[in-house]
């Protein structure tokens, strides 16, 4: 039994995205209160058996679509968002590990697959005809109402407004516990693809929600396709990082393969799966055999840009902070490039092959789109061109010994050096740089080459006990050794001064992007970049306030914060007026609302760990 029309699935629609897979069925839900073209209005009720997979499809773009789902025996065990969100930890659940959504007895009953949106509610009720009464729309249609009428044919009792995970509902919760609602951030065609746990009652909506902006002020239809058992799909969120740049789906790098078999703790990272920490080791280890021995990471969600032409030199001169005319080929340099206000667009090294050859790393699609909008602008003969290199890093005291006994030639490799070769084959480029505070280097590889790699490093490693290590103990390893990270010690407002790499800035060459601003900004930065020590093991927060010792008044706050295992302290990263900056201050760092609790620190300098970097030129 269902009260939803079927389209056969062999129907065409060009309003949409093509099928991922083999269809079993599919509906059209339009808004509204009428039948249109015999298909159902407002909401449906449909059944799909365990392993079917629902795709709920935003036809036109910034449209909700509620959706509920029964389990057990009679369809007696509904979806529970508050469950959800309580075993996931997650305000809404994503693709990856914490992805499942529960029933009212704790029991999975769908898992979110693929996820093109990224923005969805599970706090509010799927509206109802209350709301609209008491905005002055009596007699308004409601998803609670049309839920009743669909769902009655099952035994379903009615509600007067049901909870429903609100798919495309764009609601945020403030730092005052509001809950707000904009236009949703759905485009057309964008999808949520859930796969059933268990055989299921769901009823999906197409809010009629037209006074307010919740449908964009115009409903519109919902798509949904119901695809066959047994198939497999990627699991991948949708990012969008420019407006003219199109929709990407988490991928694998050319290492996850090797990764997934030694964990499946894998989080969306910049566009990519990478590993939170391993099984049978966990961060605490893969952390001490970083600072210890070696260890291995995949770094592969770096961009890489080649730049090539008569001009590469003087668009990267123009662009970068750092003066390229003391890089000779074979050598890199870290710098960050810049806005006209100061601004740090990224943070990034440059490699140099030749005057007219270097290529960029660095953390951003739209690096490649800014330096080409320069080079435009100034009339440079080069072209700028993204390319799939993925990349590892083999970190720590011990990398040097694992890695010349496959390369030999990396023994005379200095600091920021690197070099093209071969290793077991494969061809490899190899420089000694790293993100860690320790001796390492990275090795970037055509993807096909991956796999290989990847076993070729485990294996060298084995008799050094080195580990593959993941985000977890990186983050941690790169805080102590002041390393910083976008979104947290910079972005396009930040400059390079404030963040704490103002000796990354050549203020000496004739002209680059930013340089006017970047002069009147030294002088007196608005804040710089200092380390903290926390007395006590609790661990500050990003955003935190910091306040003059005994003061209500704030002088800056926490960008980045860890407990160092090696220096057994909280640590953190910060950004303070520079009346604050000057080593031995002490601060307070406001934690809970920074009214109840403060800790006492102690400012230091940003890295609180090898400060004079000396691991890393050994």
């Not at 706050?557 to 080593?583: C, D, G, K, R, Y």
């Amino acid at each position: 039994m269902t009260t939803a029309l079927s389209i056969p699935p062999t129907a065409q629609f060009t309003d949409i995205p093509p099928p991922l897979g083999d269809v079993v069925a599919e509906y059209r839900i339009a808004p509204g209160d009428a039948m249109v073209k015999d298909r159902p209005w407002g909401a449906i009720a449909y059944t799909v058996t365990a392993g079917q997979f629902i795709q709920v499809i935003d036809v036109a773009g910034s449209q909700c679509s509620d959706f509920l789902a029964f389990g057990g025996e009679q369809y007696s065990d509904p979806l529970d968002a508050t469950v959800t969100r309580t075993l996931t930890g997650l305000a809404v659940p994503q693709a990856g590990l914490p992805s499942k959504l529960f029933s009212q007895s704790m029991q999975p009953l769908t898992e979110v697959v693929q996820d093109t949106c990224g923005r969805h509610d599970s706090f509010l009720l799927a509206c109802t005809a209350r709301y609209y009464e008491d905005s002055g729309y009596p007699g308004h249609p409601s998803c609670s109402d049309n839920f009743n009428r669909v769902l009655a044919p099952y035994g379903i009792a009615p509600r007067p407004g049901w909870p429903a995970l609100n798919f495309f509902y764009n609601t945020s919760v403030d730092c005052h516990g509001a809950i707000a609602f904009a236009e949703p951030l759905s485009r057309p065609g964008d999808y949520v693809l859930l796969l059933a746990h268990q055989d299921l009652l769901c009823a999906s909506s197409a809010c009629p929600d037209d006074i307010d902006p919740a449908n964009g002020w115009q409903p519109t239809p919902i798509h949904v396709r119901i695809y066959a058992a047994g198939q497999t799909f990627a699991r991948g969120m949708g990012r969008r990082v420019a407006a003219d740049l199109p929709l990407r789906m988490t991928q694998d790098s050319a290492f996850t393969p090797s990764i997934r078999q030694l964990t499946d703790d894998l989080a969306e990272y910049n566009g990519f799966w990478v590993p939170q920490t391993f099984a049978h080791q966990g961060d605490q280890a893969e952390y001490w055999a970083l600072r210890q021995r070696a260890a291995l990471m995949d770094l592969s969600a770096l961009r890489k840009f080649e730049i090539r032409g008569t001009d590469a030199f003087a668009l990267l001169q123009y662009a970068f902070s750092r003066n390229l005319e003391k890089v000779a080929p074979g050598q890199g340099a870290y710098g960050c490039l810049l806005n006209p206000h100061g601004g740090i667009v990224d943070d990034g090294i440059v490699f140099c092959f030749s005057p007219t050859h270097y290529r960029y790393v660095g953390n951003c699609d739209t690096d490649g789109d800014w330096l080409r909008k320069l080079a435009l602008a100034k009339g440079y003969a080069v072209t700028v061109e993204a390319v799939t290199l993925h990349n590892l890093a083999l970190q720590g005291p011990r990398s040097r010994d694992i890695l010349q006994s496959l390369v030999p030639e990396v023994t005379a490799l200095g600091y920021f050096q690197f070099v093209e070769t071969r290793l077991h084959n494969i061809p490899v480029l190899i420089s000694r740089t790293g993100y860690t505070g320790e001796l390492g280097y990275e090795l970037f590889v055509q993807p096909q080459d991956g796999a290989a790699l990847w076993d070729a490093l485990m294996a060298a490693g084995k008799p050094e006990r080195m580990l593959p290590l993941g985000m977890k103990a990186l983050d941690r390893a790169r805080i102590e050794a002041g390393l910083l990270a976008l979104g947290h010690e910079f972005d396009e407002l930040i400059s390079p001064y404030q963040a704490g790499i103002g000796w990354a800035v050549a203020m000496k060459k004739p002209d680059f992007v930013g340089k006017a601003a970047l002069e009147a900004i030294r002088r007196h930065p608005p804040r710089v970049a200092v380390g903290l020590v926390l007395e006590g093991p609790e661990v500050a927060t990003h955003g935190q306030p910091i306040f003059a010792a005994g003061e209500r008044w704030r002088v800056g706050q926490i960008t980045s914060a860890t407990f160092s295992s090696i220096l057994n302290a909280s640590i953190a990263m910060a950004q303070v007026v520079p009346e604050f900056a000057e080593a031995g201050t002490a601060v307070e760092v406001g934690l809970l609302d920074g009214l109840k609790r403060r800790v006492s620190a102690t400012v230091g300098p940003l890295a609180a760990f090898d400060p004079t970097k000396s691991r890393v030129r050994v």
